[in-house]
């Protein structure tokens, strides 16, 4: 494995008083699969994160998918706005991104593990280095270290658990640490895993793609501290995103007779546009919704046999457990190089995960709370508070912009991500009144935007007259839809006009006005 070391840089005079930033991500993590939250589930690094930082309870994604939301983080606009809508899609290379501001500032730029940036399919008119068949050629990835979105060192993986999309750097380490035969740990056609293998992934601790993120960042980060450079790492995990697999002793750690599984409520549909009630029918016909000739995720039954949903969970629980582990080794190897003073840690997810809630599964365009919210913690030692909770609303779309603004360099017009500074650092309460979540997942059947204020929550759809109203306050299972109730209706009408202002609000300037003509 190519060293970290590859694309030297020189460092300006004056970049290395900037703070250091660690950004560490999950993908698809409800945000109460914390142990500081919930007390079925163990994740004691995360805790301790928790408790030596500020977690924030109300942060959001801006599109409870991947691409969009990962182009999001490192762009600091909204999907709407850079253009990779959707799964499937790519962001543009021509878009500004932080780490090209920050590398112009003199930081090291790295991304280690999960970048989703672009399909796994490309073409002729719109190609792809993550897809097929570049993927897995490993002598392409032997020398391929960036750049790549402004990252100047990226080591990449693309597979959750299983999957078939195994290669690039995370497949050249494993041949590296003396397993040649790693394809039998993998689903057909790259490897030969049995389809049948469900819950507990034979794939040795110390192979898997957590251990591999842990070590390469570190030797990241030995690199950085050695060169005295700033540092913008970005430490991207794969769990607990389905297939729900994990290695012993993981697999096992939960008993799913002992874990309070979520479920739905009879009826709760009812009120709900006619995507949600389909969910819930053995064989659902979802064809006035498919445009384009693909399909949408969620879109299919959601029906699972009890004992089903309760190893799932347990899964999912031993996952998150997992990852919690490699991030403490993580955040470990950042203490031991005496960094952890002079840098800004933030751990989330890219958006949450349905286990049952509503009786959904995974994800889709359903937008309750389980899939929108996301867990958020931010620890900088003697800037943010530690152990404090806060309830001020946070955004992904947000991190771009107050990173930047941590680091004392201009936050770019262009974006349209608020900087949290001033709240991150206890100096201010809130800088947002709402947050928006964009779903845009077929050109018009299915194109959906959520506004969500400290109270409120309202869900707008193309081209239809169905909505979601949830009051967040009376209701917080978000069981009651007061869309259609006439008792609300003069609510509505206000959420309605604070939702235009919102959309409003969302374009970017990038300029001001320098001449009245």
């Known amino acids: 494995m190519a060293s ?33 939250l919930n007390p079925e589930i163990r994740t004691p690094h995360l805790d301790r994160l928790a408790g030596e930082g500020t977690l924030f309870t109300r942060a959001y994604c801006p599109n409870p998918t991947c691409t969009p939301t990962r182009a999001s983080i490192i762009t600091g606009t909204y999907p709407s706005q850079h253009g990779a ?41 719109y190609p792809s280095l993550e897809a097929y068949p570049v993927l897995q050629d490993l002598a392409f990835w032997r020398d391929f270290h960036g750049p790549y979105y402004g990252f100047d060192h990226v080591e990449l993986a693309r597979n959750h658990t299983s999957e078939a999309h195994v290669g690039q750097h995370y497949a050249l380490w494993m041949e590296e640490k003396g397993c040649e035969d790693w394809r039998r740990y993998f689903s057909p056609p790259t490897g030969t895993l049995g389809e049948d293998v469900r819950h507990s992934w034979p794939i040795p601790e110390e192979l898997h793609y957590n251990a591999w993120i842990a070590e390469r960042t570190g030797a990241l980060l030995e690199e ?6 700033p540092f913008f790492c970005w430490a991207s995990f794969f769990d607990p995103h389905p297939p729900y697999l994990a290695p012993p002793p993981w697999d096992t750690m939960y008993d799913p007779g002992e874990l309070t599984v979520p479920e739905g409520t ?10 949600f009630g389909l969910t819930q029918q053995p064989e659902p016909d979802f064809s006035a919704w498919r445009e384009g000739g693909r399909g949408v995720h969620g879109f299919h039954s959601h029906l699972l046999p009890e004992a089903e949903r309760r190893r799932l969970v347990a899964t999912y629980y031993g996952m998150v457990s997992l990852l919690d582990k490699y991030v403490g080794a993580i955040l470990d190897r950042l203490r031991a190089l005496g960094l952890e003073r002079d840098t800004i840690v933030v751990f989330s997810t890219d958006h949450g995960h349905f286990f049952g809630q509503h009786g959904l599964q995974a994800k889709g365009p359903f937008h309750y709370e389980d899939l929108l919210r996301v867990p958020f913690i931010v620890r900088y030692p003697g800037r943010v508070p530690a152990g404090r909770r806060s309830e001020a609303l946070q955004s992904l779309v947000d991190l771009a912009p107050s990173f930047l603004d941590l680091a004392g360099l201009p936050v770019p017009r262009a974006m349209t991500g608020i900087s949290q500074r001033p709240v991150w650092t206890g100096e201010a309460e809130a800088a947002r009144e709402h947050v928006i979540c964009e779903f845009h997942h077929q050109p018009t059947t299915v ?27 009376a209701d917080p299972g978000e069981r009651r839809n007061l869309w259609d109730d006439p008792d609300a209706a003069a609510l509505k009408s206000e959420l309605l006009l604070r939702y235009a202002w919102a959309e409003l609000a969302k374009e970017p300037v990038p300029m001001p006005r320098v001449a009245g003509a």
């Open 447 to 473: 194109n959906l935007r959520t506004y969500v204020d400290r109270r409120y929550k309202l869900t707008v759809y193309q081209g239809h007259e169905y909505g979601e109203l949830f009051d967040l306050e």
């Open 224 to 229: 950085c501290e050695r060169r005295g450079q």
């Open 4 to 36: 970290p070391t590859e694309s030297e840089a020189s460092t300006p005079a004056d970049a290395s008083t900037r703070p250091n930033i660690l950004l560490i991500t999950s993908d698809q993590q409800h945000w109460n699969t914390l142990g500081t």
């Open 266 to 275: 009879p009826g709760e549909h009812d009120r709900n546009p006619p995507h």
């Open 85 to 125: 809508w959707t799964l499937g899609t790519r962001l543009s290379e021509d878009r500004p991104t932080l780490g090209q501001h920050l590398g112009e500032a003199g930081y090291r730029t790295a991304l280690i593990g999960k970048a989703h940036f672009q399909p796994l399919r490309g073409t002729e008119e």
